[in-house]
């Protein structure tokens, strides 16, 4: 049962609001703050200097690392939007220096023992929307009213713009920038420009791949890659293979190649996104 618990009945974490609802078998760093309505239920650990704003709900299992700041009116950790879930035990998982702002929802996974993870130091924009069993690496920034559903997997520095939904299952690459509005509903490929409906690969992320320190030989090499994929009049497959043999010590290279292999080996993905042409 949930209990009131204030600043006077709980010295341990002395940074509670007296109006939060934090379930007692929550477990709060004592740098813990939590602002006025907020609710923590039962199987929640949140650790050192997390900042949690007012009229947040927080339900369990959920582990929330260090430096967290959520604002006002996010909800993190209730049941996945999935018919299939049946109750199962299952978590959110969010790691250290997270920013997640105004009205963000975070599901839990659907099958048991699964998780609904974020990394560290992302950014999380007003109104976006994690399903469940979502992955989102390190480093990301996600704008306001994005939707994510089930099952995608976002990695480390990727940039999504505003006002646009992706399908799930669909992986969405290192460093790769996504217009807004955009429609995503198949693979979006390390370090490449995406936008439109349908959606479209427009160019290589530059501004990002430097913004990185990604080297002048690097980026020349990521180029040559890049008219090889998509302007030229060698198949995707046959390009794959070359670029196998370019890879060399370019550990961007590999990733890509790796990327591209695994999104064209069939299951539940449709390939990566085409290129403008």
């Given amino acids: 049962m949930l209990t009131n618990l204030s ?14 609802v934090i379930h007692p078998d929550a477990e709060l760093h004592p740098t813990v703050q939590v602002g006025p309505y907020s609710v923590i239920g039962n199987h929640v650990k949140i650790r050192a200097q997390t900042v949690i704003s007012a009229h947040v709900v927080i339900e369990g299992p959920t582990e929330i690392g260090i430096g967290n700041r959520i604002f006002p009116g996010a909800v993190i950790g209730l049941e996945p939007q999935d018919l299939k879930y049946k109750g199962e035990m299952t978590q959110v998982k969010i790691g250290d220096y997270n920013q997640i702002r105004e009205y963000v929802t ?3 996974a659907t099958n048991e023992s699964k998780i609904t993870y974020i990394g560290n130091h992302n950014l999380l924009m007003a109104y976006v929307h994690v399903a469940h069993d979502c992955v989102i690496e390190d480093e990301v920034i996600i704008s306001n009213s994005v939707a994510l ?12 713009s505003g006002v646009l939904g992706v399908h799930q299952f669909v992986h969405i690459g290192k460093l790769a920038m996504v217009g807004g509005m955009t429609r995503i509903e198949r693979d979006v490929p390390p370090y490449m420009m995406v936008e439109g409906n349908p959606s479209r690969i427009r160019s290589l992320n530059l501004i990002g791949l430097k913004r990185a320190g990604l080297s002048e030989e690097e980026i020349k090499q990521l180029k040559d890659v890049y008219r090889l994929l998509y302007n030229s009049s060698t198949t995707f497959k046959e390009a794959l293979a070359q670029i196998d043999t370019l890879c060399g010590n370019n550990q961007y290279l590999r ?4 990327f591209l292999t695994n999104s064209i080996s069939g299951g539940k993905r449709r390939g990566p996104i085409p290129s403008k042409g």
């Fill in 7 to 20: 600043t006077e009945e709980s010295p341990k974490i002395p940074l509670i609001h007296p109006t939060a």
């Fill in 106 to 108: 975070i599901n839990q």
């Fill in 149 to 160: 559903a089930g099952h995608i997997h976002i990695e480390s520095q990727a940039k999504i």
């Fill in 255 to 258: 990733h890509l190649h790796q």
